[in-house]
């Protein structure tokens, strides 16, 4: 088990409310956060449940006998924990590396607090420096869609499924498009908007303004960035 990433994950353990609903993101690092959060629950130390935020959140909760809910029943969270493939100085992310940006995002929109669990190296003057920027589409749309965005000057690639021939399908039955940029996006909060804009984008893997905490495992302990 990655060290950085166990450190990260314990380093939230204390802002855990003792009781109510948070949500769970998607991730190597929330699985090592779930495994955490499920040795709290049996210790007695908090009583919460969580909205998985992807299949393999909602695995998580099962494999680790955390109390599952949903967004009808708990329509506000007090917080969710999710990771992030970069971090901007402003906190701002790129998400979707999983393919579970959609869900990731109505979660953390629910959230009274979006804390992120990261190590060092996701961390980026701007977005798009080292990862390439997911969207996912409604799969009717994908020549449109393809087309206006590489006239914005982006490239778009189709994420290709592994074991399995084709396209990956999300939770949600659409596909992803991974757009690499010609450079670090200066603007992210445009350019969520020009390609939330596009019909047949449901949703853009920018998170833009949603984040309050990050904490960075390091070698030999966190680092805390918090909004403001
Ligand atoms: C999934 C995500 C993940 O949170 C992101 O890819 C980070 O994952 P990891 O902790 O495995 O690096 O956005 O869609």
Aim: proline share 6%; glycine share 10%; charged share 20%.
């Amino acid at each position: 088990m990655s060290n950085v990433k166990l450190n990260a994950a314990k380093s939230v353990i204390p802002l855990i409310p003792k009781s109510g609903a948070i949500g769970l993101g998607s991730g190597s690092t929330v699985a090592i956060f779930a495994k955490e959060l499920s040795r709290q629950i049996a210790e007695g130390e908090v009583d919460v449940s969580v909205v998985p935020s992807s299949y393999q959140a909602y695995q998580l909760a099962v494999d680790y006998k955390i109390p599952l809910t949903n967004l009808d029943l708990n329509p506000s969270l007090l917080m969710t924990v999710d990771g992030a493939d970069e971090v901007d100085k402003e906190l701002n992310l790129t998400k979707g590396g999983g393919g579970a940006l959609f869900q990731e995002k109505i979660v953390a929109s629910a959230s009274e607090k979006l804390i992120i669990i990261v190590d060092e190296s996701k961390l980026v003057n701007h977005l798009a420096t080292r990862f390439e920027i997911p969207v996912e589409i409604l799969p009717f749309s994908l020549g449109v869609v393809r087309q206006k965005i590489t006239s914005m000057g982006i490239t778009p690639t189709v994420r290709e499924a592994q074991r399995k021939m084709g396209p990956v399908v999300t939770d949600n039955g659409n596909f992803i498009l991974d757009l690499k940029f010609p450079e670090p996006i200066r603007n992210p909060a445009k350019v969520a908007v020009d390609l939330k804009m596009l019909p047949g984008v449901v949703e853009t893997g920018l998170f833009i303004g949603m984040t309050d905490e990050v904490h960075i495992g390091m070698g030999d302990g966190t680092r805390i960035m918090k909004k403001g």
